[in-house]
């Protein structure tokens, strides 16, 4: 069913917004205007009367930090949304100060956001009327794969495969595309949380010490590595120690990091393995030409494309600002009326009402 010709023309005149909706950070891109957003999906609530205290970075700020009466939560996790009403705020949020920014007194705008390849159709579901709700006049769901490949620049239209490894922060995206679709698609929720909780585990098991998400994230993107690298760094880990209950500080190196990441690093790479065995040989061939990309946070862990060139004999690259692969191909998705009626289609989205 061709997209509504009225709406067409109201996008002329509004400015539409692609959103990546991740499970650790949410990026916003209006057309026109570039990335706009780029704030961690986190939201902070009065446990009593339920309100909505602050969201993004100001609300990541407060995670660990909050008195009894509030909480700084995340209402995504593994890519999916786990809190209906708060992720509808969050987006609500993100949508009016885009909207109200950008588009004073113009149309409400269209909407394009990109999901796991993984979700169920009840999850696709409340991620629509969410946005819907947050006051969208037009909603569309995107793959994530098919985005970053289409952010990545790869030729997702032509007969010829390519594939993309998306790492984000809830689930890892392994998809090979043809024709505009999809052919193999395996989606694991092993990514950048699940290595941070290996780095809490190790320095529990290993040193007896108690550290934080934000602790962990940070010794993550300053000595996590998934390949030996040529200079190996040492980094203070700074905690609490278990046995006394008093502040603890030890010095790692990137050596034991790395080995702390193993488990889901071994998963990722399990994941492109076993999606490579499925894929038809046809396919296999053009990617043996094309290679693999790599795209998401997880892609700018050292050494991951190196890793997996190791492990699967075809040659790796890491995209082009990977992080913002996802929301850029949503963006372009706006922008093309045939490759999105054809997206469309393949998910079963039913079409919003004007």
Request: proline residues 5%; negative net charge.
């Amino acid at each position: 069913m061709p997209l509504n010709p009225f709406n067409a023309l109201l996008g002329l005149f509004s400015h539409d917004v692609a959103i990546d909706l991740g499970t650790a950070n949410t990026l916003v891109m209006v057309k026109g205007r570039g990335i706009v957003i780029d704030e961690p999906s986190v939201v902070a609530i009065d446990r009593v009367n339920k309100k909505i205290l602050a969201i993004g970075s100001e609300a990541k700020r407060m995670v660990g930090r909050t008195p009894a009466d509030i909480v700084a939560v995340r209402p995504l996790r593994d890519g999916v949304i786990s809190d209906f009403s708060v992720t509808e705020k969050m987006l609500h949020y993100f949508i009016r100060s885009v909207h109200d920014q950008f588009s004073f007194g113009l149309p409400r705008p269209r909407v394009c956001i990109g999901i796991p390849s993984g979700v169920t159709e009840v999850e696709k579901r409340a991620v629509h009327d969410a946005a819907l709700n947050a006051g969208a006049r037009g909603a569309f769901l995107i793959e994530e794969p098919m985005a970053a490949a289409i952010g990545a620049g790869l030729p997702v239209m032509d007969p010829g495969g390519c594939m993309i490894v998306d790492v984000g922060g809830g689930t890892t995206e392994v998809a090979v595309i043809s024709m505009g679709g999809i052919v193999v698609a395996t989606s694991i929720r092993t990514a950048g949380d699940e290595m941070d909780q290996d780095i809490i585990s190790y320095a529990r098991q290993v040193h007896n010490m108690l550290i934080g998400e934000r602790t962990a994230e940070e010794v993550k993107m300053e000595a996590g590595s998934a390949y030996p690298q040529d200079h190996e760094l040492n980094i203070e880990l700074r905690g609490r120690d278990l046995a006394t209950g008093l502040p603890k500080s030890v010095e790692v190196s990137s050596v034991e990091i790395r080995d702390a990441l193993a488990g889901s690093i071994n998963a990722i790479v399990d994941s492109v393995r076993q999606t490579i065995e499925i894929t038809p040989p046809e396919l296999v061939a053009d990617i043996m030409s094309t290679g693999i990309i790599l795209a998401g946070g997880g892609a700018l862990v050292r050494g991951l494309d190196r890793r997996l060139a190791q492990d699967t004999r075809f040659p790796v690259y890491v995209a082009e600002e990977p992080l913002t692969c996802v929301v850029r191909g949503a963006a372009e998705v706006l922008e093309e009326a045939a490759i999105l009626e054809k997206l469309q289609a393949r998910l079963n989205t039913r079409k919003v009402p004007r």
